[in-house]
């Protein structure tokens, strides 16, 4: 009963480099999400997807790209990683179907950018 | 444009007394309205839901929050805490612009004393 599984948990990178954070879940959710949670600014949205092969910016994206080419899966990467994107990121997925449905969250990426 | 304002970043009540977190949105149409916890180095788990129905919502672990459409507002409560309730609480409203998106308030971090 994995839910929304996120990789890695933790991170340090250098300015300038490069990586992805990986989102998996295992609910058949047709929509995913990339929220950074800062302190006192509550979770921003980066972006999502509603379905395999389509993504869509959302508050903060910036300096992200996005990649959804499973169902099941949502990449998050940074091109050229700054101070200012140390952030825990946490993704989400969510039902189709419906009104009000909830997002269920994996546990966060703790990244640090020196 | 939807927005939420929780008042008070930071809570503290002693155990067995009653915890009110305070949420106010604003929304340009009806809202479907969120409490969710995060525990310390975890991800968000959803307490409850409004989604229209009973503008009283029971959720989890004993807490309910009460939409009140007149206030703009969907205050979180619980009778009497456990020092288990020591988390951080955000209220969010989605209903605009498809997908399920979230806006989330700037959080309240609950302290209990014993």
């Known amino acids: 009963n994995a839910g929304v599984t996120q990789t890695p948990k933790f991170r340090v990178l250098k300015t300038g480099q490069s990586m992805t954070l990986l989102c998996a879940q295992d609910?058949?959710?047709?929509?995913m999400y990339w929220y950074r949670q800062d302190p006192g600014m509550g979770l921003r949205l980066i972006h999502y997807?509603?379905?395999?092969?389509?993504?869509a910016k959302g508050e903060v994206p910036d300096g992200y790209n996005v990649s959804r080419l499973k169902k099941q899966n949502f990449l998050l990467g940074l091109e050229s990683a700054a101070p200012s994107q140390t952030s825990v990121y946490f993704c989400?997925?969510?039902?189709?179907?419906?009104?009000?449905?909830?997002?269920?969250f994996g546990d966060g990426t703790r990244l640090s950018i020196l | 444009a939807q927005s939420v304002t929780q008042l008070g970043s930071h809570v503290s009540v002693s155990e067995g007394a009653l915890v009110l977190l305070r949420c106010n949105y604003s929304?340009?149409?009806?809202?479907?309205l969120f409490w969710y916890v995060q525990y310390p180095n975890q991800g968000l788990q959803l307490l409850l839901k409004?989604?229209?129905?009973?503008?009283l919502v029971k959720g989890i672990n004993g807490f309910e929050a009460e939409f009140k459409k007149s206030e703009t507002s969907f205050h979180l409560t619980k009778p009497s805490a456990h020092m288990s309730d020591a988390a951080e609480y955000f209220c969010?409203?989605?209903?605009?612009?498809?997908?399920?998106?979230?806006?989330f308030g700037q959080g309240t971090r609950l302290t209990i004393n014993p």
């Open positions: 989400a997925s969510s039902y189709l179907q419906g009104v009000g449905q909830p997002q269920h």
């Open positions: 609910m058949n959710h047709e929509y």
């Open positions: 997807s509603v379905g395999e092969g389509t993504t």
């Open positions: 929304s340009s149409v009806p809202p479907y």
């Open positions: 409004y989604t229209s129905a009973a503008t």
């Open positions: 969010a409203v989605s209903g605009f612009g498809g997908a399920q998106k979230l806006v």
